[in-house]
């Protein structure tokens, strides 16, 4: 079954074409990390617009990789939800229309499904899982007790994971998108700075007052004319957050019963997440983190998000299926 995937949720516009939901034909990610960059973060109306630009040269260029005609395709999976409006009706209003023109099924992924999914691309998933996604806009802990079936058990309170790497980045004067810096400068120091552990109840997460506590001390060691040792920093502030995301992940565990791991999402690129998560791991889990290209936004994750969801059920969407900026993984 070739499935052509199309993403465009936030600021990367990307086609795909995935043979039985695990060969990657073509993969083709265009970021506009380097056109948001100067603003410090994702300009929702200046991404949309960029879409429009690219997804054509996206579409073709996917096609042209994978050296495979569009009359070749069996079925259309589109990101539909959550994200930013304008990006997702772009790439949703492509991926209709060439469902349209060339008579193929459509069928809708909600974009954490996608992440999750990536995994499927490098290992077998197996269930019961339970998969920690986490990203530039969300932070989720979500059970699995067969494929494509989800519960959220818990989720964070306000800043996402992804969202608090990127504004400590910014305080520290690093560049956009702050989470691969900051977890590069982290890499090179120590954790001696000492920062908050959040207490927050079950399997829920709430990072803006280790954030806020980040930049207050940035801010009064500013004022006090003392200088910040960033590397030192960043380390300390990667070792609270690494510590209580792998914690609650192996709790959930337990409470769940459930030995098989997935890491989904940008942050899952984070090598302090990898390494506490494979020196905690005794043999008893078995952890599924996706390689770097996969754990961000890309549309071969959508793609093989679409060919589970159908092992699942025969769900196809109509040609009138809209997107939706907030949304739950159903
Ligand atoms: O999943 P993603 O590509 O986009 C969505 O948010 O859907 O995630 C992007 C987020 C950004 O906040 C970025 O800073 C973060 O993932 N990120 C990282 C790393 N690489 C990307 N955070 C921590 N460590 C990293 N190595």
């Known amino acids: ?54 997804v054509s040269i996206v579409f073709k260029e996917a096609f042209k990789r994978a050296n495979i005609r569009p009359e070749d395709i069996d079925v259309v999976g589109v990101t539909y939800a959550p994200g930013l409006i304008g990006s997702l009706l772009v790439g949703l209003t492509a991926a209709k229309t060439f469902a349209l023109i060339y008579n193929k099924p459509l069928v809708a992924i909600h974009h954490l499904a996608g992440h999750i999914y990536a995994n499927a691309i490098e290992h077998n998933m197996q269930f019961p899982s339970m998969a920690l996604v986490v990203s530039g806009g969300n932070t989720e802990l979500v059970y699995m007790p067969n494929n494509y079936e989800f519960e959220i058990i818990g989720e964070t309170y306000d800043d996402a994971v992804g969202e608090s790497y990127d504004k400590i980045a910014r305080v ?24 908050p552990k959040p207490y927050v109840d079950n399997f829920n997460f709430s990072f803006s007052g280790l954030k806020s ?31 209580i995301l792998v914690n609650k992940t192996f709790k959930a565990c337990e409470a769940y019963n459930c030995k098989n791991i997935i890491v989904a999402g940008g942050v899952s690129a984070n090598s302090g997440l ?52 907030n949304l739950d993984l159903e």
């Open 1 to 54: 079954m070739l499935i052509l995937g199309v993403e465009s949720s936030c600021d990367e516009t990307s086609v795909a074409i995935v043979k039985d939901g695990k060969e990657v034909l073509s993969n083709i990610v265009l970021s506009q990390i380097d056109i948001h960059a100067k603003f410090g973060g994702v300009v929702p109306e200046v991404a949309s617009r960029n879409h429009v630009y690219q």
């Open 172 to 195: 520290l004067g690093l560049s956009y998108p702050g989470g691969p810096v900051v977890d590069k400068l982290a890499r090179s120091g120590k954790s001696t700075y000492k920062l």
């Open 213 to 243: 506590a980040v930049i207050n001390l940035v801010h009064n060691e500013a004022q006090r004319g003392n200088e910040i040792n960033k590397a030192d920093l960043a380390a300390s502030f990667q070792d609270v957050v690494v510590e």
């Open 274 to 325: 990898k390494e506490r998560f494979n020196t905690l791991n005794d043999g008893t889990y078995n952890i599924n983190i996706p390689s770097i290209k996969y754990c961000t936004d890309n549309a071969a994750m959508i793609a093989v998000a679409s060919y589970y969801k159908l092992k699942k059920k025969k769900d196809y969407a109509i040609l009138s299926l809209n997107a939706y900026a």
